[in-house]
């Protein structure tokens, strides 16, 4: 990715006007719980699922589809429930489970403004299935105080059915 070779601070696109669309927060559990989360989030707090995107099942001792992201309205707000992968940075470095997720329409320009404000690019920008959040191209920056936020183009419309 282009914006790990500049140095922080060094951006082209770093003065370019962003507009994001949206913030979500999302909540990452231990797998295989995060069903059981969004069942909670419904049941305590009158959450409504409004989308799920799942990934078959990975290991042959799973039961379950592994949750990629579950989508739930809350008063006015999108929180995004997804089961911890087995390679995800909570779990390697004691974080802190939840991730800051924004969309916008330009994700290279984001992601080149946040560098250029001090923020860490990580990873590749990814496209289509090996993306969260069921969004078009998804990159991750990880800021000076140690969160991670999502950079995403808005999610792709769907025929999947929500599970009740």
């Given at each position: 990715?282009?914006?790990?070779?500049?140095?922080?601070?060094?951006?082209?696109?770093?003065?370019?006007?962003?507009?994001?669309?949206?913030?979500?927060?999302?909540?990452?559990?231990?797998?295989?719980?995060?069903?059981?989360?969004?069942?909670?989030?419904?049941?305590?707090?009158?959450?409504?699922?409004?989308?799920?995107?799942?990934?078959?099942?990975?290991?042959?001792?799973?039961?379950?589809?592994?949750?990629?992201?579950?989508?739930?309205?809350?008063?006015?707000?999108?929180?995004?429930?997804?089961?911890?992968?087995?390679?995800?940075a909570p779990v390697k470095?004691?974080?802190?489970?939840?991730?800051?997720?924004?969309?916008?329409?330009?994700?290279?320009?984001?992601?080149?403004?946040?560098?250029?404000?001090?923020?860490?690019?990580?990873?590749?920008?990814?496209?289509?299935?090996?993306?969260?959040?069921?969004?078009?191209?998804?990159?991750?920056?990880?800021?000076?105080?140690?969160?991670?936020?999502?950079?995403?183009?808005?999610?792709?419309?769907?025929?999947?059915?929500?599970?009740?």
């Amino acid at each position: 990715m282009a914006q790990q070779e500049t140095q922080n601070g060094d951006s082209i696109k770093a003065d370019a006007e962003i507009t994001f669309t949206a913030v979500k927060l999302q909540v990452l559990v231990e797998a295989p719980k995060a069903n059981d989360a969004v069942q909670f989030y419904k049941a305590a707090f009158g959450a409504v699922e409004t989308g799920r995107t799942t990934q078959p099942k990975r290991k042959a001792e799973q039961e379950l589809p592994h949750i990629i992201s579950a989508q739930l309205q809350l008063a006015g707000s999108t929180i995004i429930v997804s089961d911890l992968a087995d390679d995800s940075a909570p779990v390697k470095t004691g974080g802190t489970g939840i991730t800051v997720c924004l969309e916008t329409e330009d994700v290279e320009a984001a992601i080149s403004k946040a560098v250029a404000a001090g923020a860490v690019a990580e990873g590749e920008i990814l496209e289509g299935d090996g993306a969260c959040c069921g969004a078009g191209r998804v990159g991750k920056v990880k800021d000076p105080y140690g969160l991670v936020w999502v950079i995403s183009s808005p999610a792709k419309k769907s025929n999947t059915d929500v599970e009740a």
